[in-house]
């Protein structure tokens, strides 16, 4: 063989691990895979229809602002839009009308992502951006809670049902005295805290831990169970997709200042469990604080961030306007991560963490 | 021992791709090649000085290039024949330049001049032992191409309290160091204990990594009955066979930035340069061949051969079942921090571990997408730098920010971009931005060299003109006293002039 025509100096390795952004992408859904059939399951069609809603929404906003920014469109096959269409529609209320789904997932990919340049750029997390954005457009429909209605129970909303309650507004059972919907425990626990209630004795009459794991009460898609959330993670751990530093430390320290504050008044502080379990604190910790972009990519950098969204996160739940704080605390440590990532730069080899070369006794010359 | 021994930061595991050029042994019965390329510079210095013509007859063995300067070394020719020319031809490099090199057509004789190995070497002054390495060729063969008789030497200047013998190979697909340590221990440990005679080194470690299990047998059988020589077993992982993490491993410590290993008092050497040497001082023999990995998916029988210095790499891959696809990739070393090569019409050379030719499929090259800050990077450097901030920095000719970020410390080992799910080539960047990075350095030592001749210049025309003030006031003063008698001649302004139109040519320069 003598020169090849098409050779390109290239520079090495020429070895690679196959991984990709795609497959990355697709793990992360696949995780959330069983918590959302689990929603689906417990919300029924409507929860379906608007899923499929956000996410496609979401694609097809991709593929205009590639189109637009005359970007290659082959990169909508990265699964990024799909995923951020998948993590909005699961902090969304399952039976959020259709203009919320569409204008979320629109507010996520252009506000959230493309305007910094696209994948990669972004400050904040998109999907956590466009469901803070949306609960302070719309909070009445943001926190509108549809109860657990299984899609095998009789008073169930069949497939045209459902899309009747998404597309068109159509109310549902609203004969029914008292209604299908309320408070989840989070935002119970916090009127009640404002109204001076003692939240110890309410939280032992309703709370109940059990159903708060499996998710068997009202909330986003994916606030339910924690346990499949908690599935989900661990397998996103051993596969490595995601490091265990920021899970660990934001609920690690979320769990240490509940119990201190538990520990000092009951009476207005619940519990470590209660906190865990309820809202949107395992799928925070576990799949938007840990995502890539937006988050710091030194080990050290990933403690203190995780550590701040569990300060943020029990500040706010504690003393805060809000009754979920998982999306703000998340959003501002987002912002943030590039100062962690600045101040927490591994040591380097040969050198100390100021950089400086390290010490060493120099070898003794020998007299030849 | 302490905490943290044996483990280095970060690195990766590729796939081996060992298993099919390990399991046969070393092919050292190559017939002769038509002909031998011996380029002049198969090491990091200056091109050696050829000692031949044209049409000279060379026996095996002969010296047939001197080395040309410090880090020059000598070449030998690899079996008897006839000087065909010393011309150009393209270099096992990625640019496919041209470069000197004396062709030598082998008569079939292969025949040796008279060797004359020292009688006892262990009985030598040691720095004659170094010039019989310098004079034998022998460079590090592990791709360092660094001449082993300066190691040697700056061994002998510095108390070196660990001698390293790296048998880590930890790039894909090459044994060659596997093999030799399996089928060749007991001369390696001769090699190593030539090497600790030479440097006065109080402790020897040969350190094999883990997945080489028959070469750590093989020497530790060879290593018994000698003592002092250590058998270490590390961790496989690459990168383990880089110097400085393989320091790390063995001995704990790490060498400081800036500085080399010596100054802690740690030497390493290869075991392939360590059998030279001992092929030097036993048998008297010149560095004229090396055991090389033929492998890579597209190659019929993959396996390890001796192979004479200057035979060409179409030579080997016909030797191991021939190609049989067009390779998609032809690399001289391994995958990790191999060159990629133009054309299979290129020579063997000292530093040449292995030639692969691989598929499409084993180079697994994507188009790059962009970052997203996974943080993989991070974790795969064994230096313990932000490989994606180096990156960015260098795409955006920010080269001070690149440096401090890592780039300084970089050893452009590869595990980042092989890690990369983006597919972005970040060696590529740091290659480029520590080319500009050294062009910059190039051009500013030229600007304060040219700084310094300006200023040496204003000062000795200052001087001068001092001195010729000075005289003029003796002379005037002289005819003061005696007689008034002509005019002094006017002072010359051209001088002047010429300071001012070079203070401005050199402001243009630093501009540039």
């Known amino acids: 063989m003598t020169a090849d025509a098409q050779y390109i100096p290239t520079a090495s390795p020429h070895a690679h691990d196959r991984s990709s952004i795609d497959r990355i992408m697709l793990r992360v859904c696949l995780a959330l895979t069983p918590v959302s059939l689990w929603g689906f399951y417990c919300f029924g069609w409507p929860a379906v229809v608007m899923f499929v809603t956000t996410c496609l929404a979401a694609i097809l906003t991709e593929l205009a602002c590639l189109y637009v920014q005359q970007q290659p469109l082959s990169r909508l096959w990265d699964g990024s839009a799909l995923l951020t269409g998948w993590l909005l529609a699961l902090t969304l209320p399952p039976w959020a009308p259709w203009w919320i789904a569409v204008g979320g997932a629109f507010f996520a990919i252009t506000i959230g992502k493309q305007i910094y340049g696209g994948i990669g750029q972004n400050v904040f997390n998109p999907a956590l951006l466009a469901r803070i954005a949306l609960l302070i457009s719309f909070p009445v429909q943001l926190t509108t809670w549809v109860n657990v209605t299984p899609i095998d129970s009789a008073n169930a909303p069949g497939l045209a049902d459902a899309f009747a309650i998404i597309f068109a507004g159509q109310p549902w059972m609203s004969d029914a005295a008292d209604g299908i919907t309320g408070a989840t425990w989070l935002g119970a626990s916090k009127a009640a805290a404002a109204g001076g209630a003692d939240l110890a004795a309410m939280l032992s009459q309703d709370f109940s831990l059990y159903d708060a794991f499996l998710g068997l009460t009202r909330g986003s898609l994916g606030e339910t169970s924690t346990l499949l959330v908690l599935l989900g993670g661990i397998w996103l751990l051993i596969t490595r997709t995601i490091s265990w530093h920021i899970p660990v430390s934001l609920l690690g320290t979320l769990a240490l200042l509940a119990w201190l504050g538990n520990l000092s008044n009951p009476q207005s502080y619940p519990g470590v469990l209660f906190h865990l379990t309820s809202g949107g604190v395992m799928i925070g910790a576990f799949f938007y604080a840990t995502d890539y972009v937006t988050s710091p990519s030194t080990p050290v950098g990933k403690l203190i961030f995780g550590a701040g969204c569990g300060v943020v996160l029990f500040a706010i739940r504690s003393w805060g306007g809000f009754p979920e704080a998982v999306a703000f605390a998340i959003l501002l440590m987002n912002a943030l991560a590039p100062l962690i990532d600045r101040v927490t730069k591994p040591r380097a080899y040969g050198r100390r963490h100021s950089g400086d070369a390290i010490k060493h006794t120099p070898a003794q010359r020998r007299v030849v | ?512």
């Not at chain 2, 399996?182 to 109080?202: C, K, M, S, W």
């Not at chain 2, 520590?434 to 200052?462: D, W």
Request: charged share 20%.
């Open chain 2, 1 to 512: 021992m302490l905490f943290g021994l044996g483990k280095i930061r970060g690195g990766v595991h590729p796939d081996g791709h060992k298993i099919d050029s390990a399991r046969l042994v070393i092919n050292s019965q190559l017939p002769l090649p038509d002909t031998l390329w011996l380029p002049l510079c198969q090491h990091s210095g200056e091109d050696a000085r050829p000692l031949v013509q044209a049409g000279e007859r060379v026996l095996k063995g002969q010296r047939i290039a001197a080395a040309a300067g410090r880090f020059s070394a000598n070449i030998h020719a690899p079996t008897s024949g006839t000087i065909t020319s010393i011309d150009t031809i393209t270099m096992p490099h990625p640019s496919g330049l041209p470069a000197n090199a004396i062709i030598l057509q082998p008569d079939g004789k292969d025949e040796w001049i008279t060797l004359q190995p020292p009688a006892d070497p262990f009985s030598m002054p040691q720095e004659a032992l170094a010039t019989l390495v310098e004079q034998a060729g022998i460079v590090g063969m592990g791709g360092a191409i660094f001449p082993a008789a300066i190691k040697l030497r700056q061994g002998r200047r510095f108390e070196i309290k660990t001698l390293i013998v790296n048998g880590s190979e930890c790039e894909p697909y090459l044994t060659t160091d596997d093999r030799l340590m399996r089928e060749r221990a007991a001369e390696i440990v001769e090699g190593a204990r030539l090497v600790r005679y030479i440097i006065e080194a109080y402790r020897t470690v040969i350190a094999i990594e883990d997945n080489k299990p028959q070469a750590i047998a093989a020497l530790q059988e060879a290593a018994a009955n000698v003592g002092a020589i250590e058998i270490v077993v590390v961790p496989a992982r690459y990168p383990m066979g880089s110097a400085k993490q393989l320091i790390q491993a063995v001995t704990g410590l790490e060498v400081p930035a800036g500085k080399r290993s010596n100054d802690i008092g740690v030497l390493v050497h290869n075991v392939a340069t360590v059998y030279a040497i001992q092929q030097a001082l036993i048998h008297g023999k010149p560095l004229i061949s090396r055991v090389t990995t033929v492998a890579g998916g597209c190659v019929g029988e993959p396996r390890n051969v001796e192979a004479l210095l200057g035979t060409p790499i179409h030579y080997l891959f016909e030797q191991c079942g021939g190609l049989t696809t067009t390779p998609a990739r032809l690399l001289m070393g391994g995958p990790m921090m191999g060159q990629v090569l133009p054309t299979t019409e290129v020579p063997l050379i000292k530093g040449s571990s292995g030639v692969l030719a691989l598929t499409k499929a084993e180079v697994n090259e994507h188009m790059p997408s962009p970052c997203i800050r996974c943080g993989r990077c991070v974790d795969a450097c064994p230096m313990g730098l932000l490989p994606l901030e180096m990156a960015r920095n260098s795409k955006q000719d920010d080269f001070d920010s690149a440096q401090d970020a890592g780039l300084r410390d970089c050893i452009l080992c590869g595990s980042c971009s092989y890690v990369c799910p983006s597919h972005i080539p970040l060696v590529q960047y740091f290659e480029y931005a520590k080319g500009e990075l050294a062009e910059s350095r190039a051009s500013q030592q030229k600007l304060s060299y040219t700084q310094e001749l300006m200023a040496a210049r204003k000062e000795r025309l200052e001087r001068e003109a001092a001195a010729k003030e000075a005289a003029k006031q003796a002379k005037k003063a002289k005819a003061k006293a005696k007689k008034p008698r002509k005019a002094a001649a006017p002072t010359t302004v051209a001088a002047d002039t010429a300071d001012t139109a070079e203070t401005a040519s050199t402001t243009d320069h630093a501009g540039a």
